[in-house]
């Protein structure tokens, strides 16, 4: 028996001409699966608009990037959206929505492919549902950005019933009573917090260096929770 030999750089050669067919495919897949997810972010903002939710101006290519754009601009580049927007949007909601009378209790935000559609609470009965009332799920990314700390064994990551079972465990910790007796000595941390603010900035009112609150807000955020933990 003849043993036939395949040459490497034969078989590479008769292989290419298929190649760029294989990569357009490829490419039209990715394509198709984009735009269809794009279609179904955008139709859901769509449809709430049309049940008659308050909704930003919304571009069906872009969402609501645009408003991220004019946060940035109006409030600082450098700004965490995620953590400022809420305030930003407290201030600035007349001109986000010209038509409604009062500020939405809940501003929804089209950020796809940034990131997933987010929704701001703006109002403290609405927060207390989120929280106490409805048991909703947790924020996939309120996970992941505890997940290092925690291994998301805590209060912020839990669902459902692990969740609610430890909030029975901790509930005389979080008592109004409990909470009232810790109030003086609250109020002494956030002073002394305020004396460091104070010798940081300028004399006068005027401007004072640029520092950093990382530091002293972690050591008030410290400070407090051992205070009562202790």
């Known amino acids: 028996?003849?043993?036939h030999q395949v040459c490497p750089r034969a078989m590479a050669i008769s292989l290419s001409p298929s190649m760029p067919r294989l990569l357009m495919m490829a490419a039209s897949v990715l394509l198709l699966k984009f735009f269809i997810t794009l279609c179904q972010h955008r139709m859901k903002f769509r449809?709430?608009?049309a049940r008659g939710i308050p909704i930003m101006e919304h571009s069906f290519l872009l969402g609501h990037l645009l408003v991220v754009?004019?946060?940035?601009?109006?409030?600082?580049?450098?700004?965490?959206?995620?953590q400022s927007f809420g305030s930003y949007m407290a201030?600035?909601?007349?001109d986000f929505f010209p038509a409604e009378d009062s500020c939405p209790p809940v501003v929804y935000v089209d950020v796809w492919p940034l990131s997933r559609p987010m929704a701001y609470s703006l109002k403290a009965y609405v927060s207390n549902q989120m929280e106490m009332g409805?048991?909703?799920?947790?924020?996939?990314?309120?996970?992941?950005f505890l997940e290092p700390?925690?291994?998301?064994?805590?209060?912020n990551c839990m669902h459902?019933?692990?969740?609610?079972?430890?909030?029975?465990?901790?509930?005389?910790?979080?008592?109004?009573s409990n909470i009232r007796s810790w109030i003086p000595a609250l109020l002494q941390d956030a002073q002394s917090f305020a004396t460091v603010i104070s010798k940081l900035c300028g004399e006068g009112g005027s401007w004072g260096p640029v520092f950093q609150l990382e530091k002293i807000s972690a050591d008030l955020a410290f400070d407090s929770a051992g205070r009562v933990i202790m």
């Open 47 to 49: 449809q709430m608009k």
């Open 149 to 155: 700390i925690s291994k998301g064994r805590d209060l």
């Open 134 to 144: 409805q048991l909703l799920a947790k924020s996939p990314m309120q996970g992941k």
């Open 69 to 82: 754009r004019k946060f940035h601009l109006d409030w600082a580049t450098d700004a965490n959206f995620i």
């Open 1 to 3: 028996f003849m043993k």
């Open 160 to 176: 459902g019933d692990e969740w609610r079972a430890w909030r029975s465990t901790f509930n005389p910790g979080f008592s109004k």
């Open 91 to 94: 201030e600035h909601w007349k």
